[in-house]
Nanobody, 122 residues
Framework: QVQLVESGGGLVQAGGSLRLSCVASGRGFRYNTMSWYRQASGKQRELVATIKPGYSTNYADSVKGRFTISRDNAKNQVDLQMSSLRPEDTAVYYC????????????????WGAGTLVTVSS
């Protein structure tokens, strides 16, 4: 079982920056693929950024060059540095963990945090 706790959301003006953090409980964090998703009001949840156990990263086109995902395996933590924020970045941001299966015969598992609200004013 993995629990994810996000922090760092808040209100910021357009062009500003915020840093979101997500701390995971449990063991084996270094083997998890960690992601940030977001969901704006009235819209579907969308993938923002992913960082794999080997530290490779992927970003949604809408945030490339503005957001940076990073991880600290010693702290069981994944961060999302957000810069040049726009009003359209306003959303609840969710931390997600994809835990690999413990054995070949088993299945992996997905865990979500409760979310943290980011509001960007124009």
């Amino acid at each position: 079982q993995v629990q994810l706790v996000e922090s760092g959301g808040g209100l910021v003006q357009a062009g500003g920056s915020l840093r979101l953090s997500c701390v995971a409980s449990g063991r084996g964090f270094r083997y998890n693929t960690m992601s940030w998703y977001r969901q704006a009001s009235g819209k579907q949840r969308e993938l923002v950024a992913t960082i794999k156990p080997g530290y490779s990263t992927n970003y949604a086109d809408s945030v490339k060059g503005r957001f940076t995902i990073s991880r600290d395996n010693a702290k069981n933590q994944v961060d999302l540095q957000m810069s040049s924020l726009r009003p359209e970045d306003t959303a609840v941001y969710y931390c997600h963990a994809a835990v690999p299966p413990p054995t070949v015969e088993a299945s992996g598992a997905d865990y979500w945090g409760a979310g943290t609200l980011v509001t960007v004013s124009s």
